[in-house]
Structure formats: C-alpha cells, structure tokens
C-alpha cells in the first residue's frame, strides 16, 4: 500500500484521529499518493472495528462498504472525467445528473457547483452509520469560482461530525480562505530506493529508470510503465537514444502527441540541467550542450503539451516538434 513508502505523511494523518480537524489539505506532487493516502484515511475514520488501531481493519462493514465505493457516509467530489476512470459509481460523480443528460455532454473536466451543492445537503443529514461523514476533494484546485465559493461555505460552518479531505497537486491555486480553513498535511516525494522496491513488487521492471522518468513520484511511474501511455513513451524514448529524429517523430494517432511533447520536454530539461548544474532530474544522459538552448525548447514543449489536446494534424504538429530540436 502506499503508506508503506508514504509513512511520515500517514502517520501524521493517524495521529490527528484523537483531535481531528474539520478539514485537511493534503498536498504534493501529482502521482505522490497524496490520494491513496485520502482514501485510506477515510476508510480508517469510518472502520467500525474497535480495536482498529493505526489502519482499518479492512473486514467490518464499513470498510467493505467503502472499499466497494459504496459507503453511504462518504462522498467524492472530483471531475466527472476523472470519477470515469478511477470507475467510481456515476452518482457519487456528478449528483443530480440523470442519464439522459450524462449521455448528452462530455465529462466535465472540472468540479462542478452543482456537486458542492449537493455535499451540502448531504452533510446536512445525520450520518446512517452513527459515525463521522467524509467528503473527498479532488484535485481541490479543479474547482471555479462559483464552486469554490460553495465549498467555502460548508467549511466555515461546518456540521458536527462531517470531515473534508482536500487533495490538491497545486495548493496554492486555490482559495487563500479555503487554505485558511484547512489544516495543511504536505505528502513529499517518497525516498527513491523505497519507491522503486514498491514498484518492483507491482511488476514493473526497470523501476528506477520509471521512477526517474516520472520526477521522483511513484505513482506515475506505475502509470507511464504499465498503460498505454508507457508504450507511447516508452517508443520515443527509442527514438531518442537511437538519435533518430524520424522515428522519434513517428506519430500514429493524437493520442501519442502529449506523450511525445512530455518526453521531449523532460530530455531538454535534463539536457538543459546537465549543462548548467552537471546533473539531471529525469534520467536522461548527462549530454553536455548549450543549456539556454534547451531551457528555451523545454518552455515550448511545456505550451505544447497544452496544445496537444486541441484538433491538430498529428503527424504536422509532432514534425514541428521534432523540428525545433536543438541541433547540440
């Protein structure tokens, strides 16, 4: 389990179950855990075995209830895009929604007010296990102003008994009085020989090159070294160490187009850091090169990442890419 690497994070989260605050902000690097931590800590406020200790027991009805995404004193509010592909019930998604309109509209790639409005009616009402009622946030900054406004107000009156758990990649984009409100848990990157055993025992092989590739964070390193995204990465990666701009330009569909602008923006980092630090952050070769150069190419694959989701010509837009290349 991730606490296993993510001890002093999860301990600080244990040892706050005496005097529990209403609302805690877990915060940190994408792919970190800060989550898995979340849910855990969750399932741990609403085990109902009295002799739980540090970790839910896993086996009472609560835990199995929560474990099965169905625990009725819990709620997540996250984007439905998101909610789609953790595969969490479509209620717990976007309340209110019925199917009709689910099947109308793409997945909202935000929090919705409608959603917070809901929390609110829902933490109104007393818990159906006699217990507390925990409401997840995530990410905490997916939210606009209207929504975050909505959120706000359940935070400062809050119910007795009701819980927050805020997650949140980039704290500072939220609400100064939302911060204010919540009592901060930072969940840093775990130590890289611990995150690569845990790697190992989920099957992936070469687990510090994945490691090193995703900064450090070993969530994302199981993502890129299992999914379909790893093969993407995985291709241009190839292309890269065989020094053939052709192959690494050899786009097949607009799905491998971020997953290019992504590598060629860490290897123009680490480029970039070699020549100006003499060291490199994502596993790439200490090549020795102009540095503002490449600083200057990673900026731009930076905008290009962003860019990759608009309707552009996948084989025009990765050959600029490649283009642009510094020639060092």
């Known amino acids: 389990m991730i606490s ?10 244990i040892g706050r179950l005496d005097r529990l605050p209403h609302a805690l902000l877990l915060h940190g690097a994408p792919g970190v855990g800060k989550l898995a931590l979340a849910e855990r800590f969750a399932q741990a406020l ?23 995404g169905n625990h009725p004193d819990a709620r997540f509010l996250e984007p439905e895009a998101i909610a789609l592909a953790l595969d969490r019930p479509a209620s717990v998604a976007e309340e209110g929604d019925t199917e009709s309109s689910k099947e109308k509209k793409k ?12 929390l609110a009616d829902f933490l109104n009402l007393a818990s159906h296990r006699g217990g507390r009622r925990v409401a997840i946030v995530h990410p905490a900054e997916d939210m606009n102003a209207a929504t975050a406004n909505s959120l706000l107000k359940s935070l400062e009156e809050p119910p007795v008994g009701a819980v927050f758990l ?32 845990w790697l190992a025992k989920q099957g992936v092989s070469a687990p510090e090159r994945w490691l090193a590739f995703a900064g450090g964070a070993p969530l994302r390193a199981l993502e890129y070294a ?23 330009g050899a786009i097949k569909d607009r799905d491998e187009l971020e997953p290019l602008a992504e590598v060629l923006q860490k290897m123009a980092l680490d480029r970039a850091f070699a020549a100006l630090a003499g060291d490199t952050k994502y596993g790439g070769a200490r090549v020795p090169g ?34 642009g290349m510094p020639r060092d």
Request: proline share 8%; with cysteine; charged share 25%.
């Open 226 to 248: 299992t999914g379909a995204r790893g093969a993407a990465i995985e291709r241009v990666l190839l292309g890269i160490a065989s020094g053939s701009r052709e192959e690494i």
């Open 46 to 68: 609403l085990c109902e075995s009295k002799g739980q200790g540090a970790k839910p027991c896993g086996s009472c009805d609560g835990c199995r209830w929560f474990l099965a």
């Open 166 to 197: 805020l997650v949140s990649h980039r704290p500072a984009r939220l609400l100064p009085t939302i911060r204010s409100r919540c009592v901060p848990v930072p969940v840093p990157l775990p130590d890289p020989n611990a995150a690569a055993a």
């Open 107 to 118: 997945p909202s790639l935000h929090i919705r007010v409608e959603q917070t409005r809901g």
């Open 4 to 13: 296993d690497i993510q001890k002093e994070a999860w301990q600080e989260l």
């Open 290 to 323: 102009d540095g503002r150069a490449w600083l200057a190419y990673a900026r731009a694959m930076g905008r290009n990442r962003a860019l990759t989701r608009h309707p552009l010509s996948p084989k025009l837009f990765a050959a600029e890419m490649v283009a």
